[in-house]
């Protein structure tokens, strides 16, 4: 019998994770909910299991590199092998403060989770997803992380001058580049994923999507076939500029 899969998506108890969760098992992938509440985490499994969905609870938190490093030794040990990672799980802090007025302290802790806790998932997984003959990695980034976007000021982004979370989902896109390079002749592929501006709690619901819709990068990166891209950045519309 074929084995289904296996898709760990992080910070996926709620939000866009959670719709990725939920449209990914949907086609049949066996789903890993990364959280680092237990409990939000098993309920979020329980609710897709109520669906049908074959989905399962990991404990993982971004700023404890012992959380990581079990989580991968679980994910080899109860389901041999890992498909696809989806770096989903970030923070933004500081809200509109000035950049030159934003604490240290929040410039950091917005680092720590998005892009060290994004490589450091990553780097813990990558032994799994290279032994899979179509491994994928998905980086949730944001076009509040294109360069190109924030320079110019007539685009729609160039209003939310975020140091902290902005300059976090840069660092992000170069991880993605850079590591698309290093395996750039195996089959594993790695993209970035603009979800657009979508009702979450990261930014108190008001975005102008919906989570089904901001999902949908996520899903299509993760399903990409064997002569998809890499090292690229992608919305719904297709490339976004670094």
Do not use: C
């Not at 990364?34 to 404990?59: C, M, N, P, T, V």
């Amino acid at each position: 019998m074929t084995q289904p899969t296996t898709v760990l998506i992080t910070g996926a108890n709620k939000g866009i994770g959670y719709e990725t969760a939920r449209q990914l098992g949907a086609l049949g992938h066996r789903i890993l909910i990364g959280s680092r509440d237990e409990q939000r985490g098993s309920e979020a499994a329980a609710a897709l299991a109520q669906e049908s969905i074959d989905a399962h609870f990991i404990h993982i938190d971004l700023q404890d590199q012992d959380s990581i490093a079990a989580a991968a030794q679980t994910i080899a040990r109860d389901y041999s092998g890992l498909d696809v990672l989806i770096n989903n799980a970030g923070i933004s802090l500081g809200g509109g403060t000035a950049p030159s007025q934003l604490p240290m302290s929040d410039l950091r802790a917005t680092f720590e989770t998005n892009f060290f806790g994004t490589l450091s998932v990553t780097r813990a997984m990558l032994p799994l997803l290279l032994q899979s003959p179509a491994g994928r990695i998905v980086n949730m980034s944001s076009g509040l992380g294109s360069l190109s976007f924030n320079s110019d000021p007539g685009h729609e982004h160039a209003e939310f001058n975020l140091l902290a979370y902005n300059s976090s989902k840069a660092a992000v896109n170069m991880t993605t580049i850079t590591f698309a390079k290093e395996f750039k002749d195996t089959p594993l592929k790695i993209n970035s994923g603009d979800p657009g501006f979508t009702a979450t709690d990261l930014n108190g619901f008001t975005g102008l999507r919906t989570v089904e819709q901001g999902a949908g990068i996520a899903v299509r990166l993760a399903t990409l076939d064997a002569d998809g891209p890499t090292g690229g950045f992608f919305d719904e519309n297709g490339e976004v500029p670094w």
